[in-house]
């Protein structure tokens, strides 16, 4: 890294920037990190060294380009590494770094353009040799050209935006008549969110699209593939015409088209292993047809029942999940790209070949596997559940990896995404991997708003998913009840409390405590907690509460109204609750005001 100054800025999300900067502080590089008023009390802003308030506000300051650079000049900064966000697809930003003078720490904003639209990319990756779905080989203007393709295809097809992301330019169709209704839909959709109404026709039962590219959106064809992998290839360029990949990692597991669960290797791949080699050169092949430089991954879908496999698209970026990557092959995927952009910038052009081709993995070591932590809340369709983080901790394992942004006392903000933490874990075999993270998932503890912590253990613990069985439409079967209480309605003062409450905390925070600790502790005891456990301190009227999971209550104290689905049942006794009953507290009918 001789060639620098050795300072970076850090742009985009905040876990992605606490990664880097852990890379940059290995290498001695300077890190600089910009950050808004909503995520001040960040990670990021703590670990660099030193940070700058972006002006605008908090929903907009991290898109506004223009403003970053003028920061990364006025700050004396080399060069600017995106992570996983907006701006890590955005070619126009690439390219006006390069113009400002800075380098750019990721791959061609030619390789961006190229591979951000998506009828595009499927002619790049034709040419390059690499299978395609079968679909249109362009745009289809009208519905009518829509079903003459989709019948030329076979149904099912995928009627699709050709730029955008996040399942929302996607609609599946089965009959003529679908694919005359959801062109309007898509079309509109592409439209209203990617400012260009074009379609495509495509024709595979499952396809993926990256949630940052929101780039021009004409419509196209493929064929839907309904027993499908989605299998992914992490590939590194020099930019000069030589490529190498490092393995294969599954991310089948998803929900809305979002991955939720992602395996290095792929189980499908261990099981088939002749595929990782035609997976691993088509990928090459099309990154050195590009010339591409940096870090990227070549995403297919992968037909179950065939083998066979289809490119979906090219992600010119760090990936979400490249840590698993990083733990199965032993490599640091950012600091490659440190020493790719170090090499562009000492004149060299990039990485030499044979360096290059040095770091090519023979096989995986181990099996790793990541579950990305969200706030959010399962109740209400998974919806984001910003809040103040009161506690967290992370279970530790020997061969465990916690990439997160977030402690103790964190503000979640409503205004970026809610990706608490990706928790991985590496282990010998993949049913050691798996049994990890169950311990690590069950064992961490995030209290405040809702979190995915126990969906993501659930799915640790199904046999299907332990099987490796894992299709990409796993989780549209898999049955899942949060044990987890919704409050119809609160009462007129019902607090958490337990005992002792909190004597030992200090500035200025109350003692607490319940009013009354014996009847708390005989309630717990009742259900056969731990005396001082939390517990509802109701005072004078109490909640209307509906149970996702089964549980055991009892109510003490202040004698109160007290109904199961309606009928009466005692105070002072041990209850048990079945899934979906609604228990009911009222006012209080005789002496005292709190139970």
């Known amino acids: 890294m001789s060639s620098w100054d050795h300072t970076i800025l850090t742009v985009e999300t905040v876990d992605d920037r606490v990664r880097i900067i852990r890379t940059a502080k290995a290498l001695k590089i300077k890190s600089i990190s910009i950050y808004t008023s909503a995520d001040a009390a960040s990670l990021h802003v703590a670990q660099a ?15 506004d380009g223009d403003e970053i650079i003028k920061i990364a000049k006025d700050k004396g900064v080399d060069a600017i590494i995106p992570g996983y966000g907006f701006l890590s697809e955005n070619a126009d930003f690439a390219r006006s770094v390069g113009k400002a003078g800075l380098v750019w720490v990721g791959p061609s904003a030619e390789s961006i353009e190229a591979f951000g639209v998506k009828h595009v990319a499927r002619e790049l ?5 690499v299978p395609i779905v079968p679909g249109t080989k362009g745009l289809v203007e009208t519905a009518d050209d829509a079903v003459k393709e989709s019948e030329r295809i076979g149904f099912p097809v995928m009627l699709k935006a050709t730029g955008g992301g996040g399942g929302m330019g996607l609609v599946v169709c089965h009959t003529s ?3 005359k209704d959801g062109f ?39 064929r839907y593939v309904p027993d499908g992998h989605h299998i992914e290839v992490q590939v590194f360029g020099n930019g000069q015409g030589q490529a190498i990949h490092f393995g294969e990692r599954e991310c089948s597991i998803q929900r809305r088209n979002q991955k939720v669960i992602e395996e290095c290797p792929s189980p499908f791949v261990e099981k088939n292993p002749t595929l990782r080699e035609k997976l691993g050169s088509t990928a090459v092949s099309l990154a050195e047809s590009m010339k591409y430089g940096s870090a990227g991954t070549i995403e297919y879908i992968v037909d179950d029942k065939t083998g066979e496999f289809y490119f979906l698209e090219m992600n010119t970026r760090l990936q979400v999940e490249h840590g698993i990557t990083e733990m199965v092959y032993d490599v640091d995927l950012v600091e490659l790209m440190f020493k790719q952009a170090d090499a562009q910038l000492s004149g060299k052009g990039g990485l030499s070949a044979d360096y290059l081709k040095s770091l090519q993995p023979s096989k995986p070591v181990g099996v790793a596997i990541e579950a990305r932590v969200y706030a959010e809340n399962p109740l209400r369709d998974y919806a984001p559940s910003p809040g103040l983080l009161q506690m967290v901790q992370w279970e530790q394992l020997e061969g465990s990896r916690i990439d997160t942004w977030v402690f103790t006392g964190t503000q979640v903000s409503p205004n970026y995404d809610p990706l608490l933490a ?3 874990n590496h282990a010998k075999t993949r049913d050691a991997a798996i049994k990890g993270m169950d311990i690590l998932l069950s064992r961490s503890m995030i209290c405040g708003p809702p979190t995915n912590l126990e969906y993501l253990a659930a799915i640790m613990q199904n046999e299907t998913f332990q099987s490796g069985h894992t299709l990409t439409s796993f ?9 987890v209480i919704d409050v119809i309605s609160a009462g007129a003062y019902t607090l958490v409390q337990d005992l002792p409450g909190r004597p030992t905390v200090g500035k200025g925070i109350p003692h607490s405590g319940p009013m009354d600790p014996v009847a708390l502790s005989i309630a717990n005891m009742l259900v056969g907690n731990e005396k001082g456990k939390e517990g509802l301190e109701i005072t004078l009227s109490g909640p209307e509460l509906r149970f996702l999971g089964s549980a055991i209550v009892a109510l003490t104290g202040a004698p109160m109204d007290f109904t199961l689905d309606g009928s009466p049942i005692p105070m002072w006794t041990r209850k048990h609750i079945k899934a979906g009953q609604k228990l009911k507290i009222g006012k209080t009918t005789g002496g005292g005001c709190r139970s």
């Not at 079309?187 to 949630?211: I, Q």
């Not at 989780?475 to 044990?483: G, Q, R, V």
Request: proline letters at 7%.
């Open 49 to 63: 060294d030193e940070a700058v308030l972006l002006p605008g506000s908090n929903s907009t300051a991290y898109t």
């Open 125 to 129: 990756a034709e040419k390059a040799g």
């Open 177 to 179: 008549q679908e694919v």
């Open 184 to 222: 309007e839909t898509v079309r509109s959709r592409g439209e209203t969110l990617f400012k260009n109404p074009g379609l495509l026709v495509a024709s595979t039962s499952y396809t993926y699209t990256s949630p940052e590219t929101f780039a021009d959106s004409p419509r196209f064809i493929e």
């Open 422 to 424: 990706k928790v991985m």
């Open 475 to 483: 989780l549209k079967t898999f049955d899942f009840a949060p044990s």
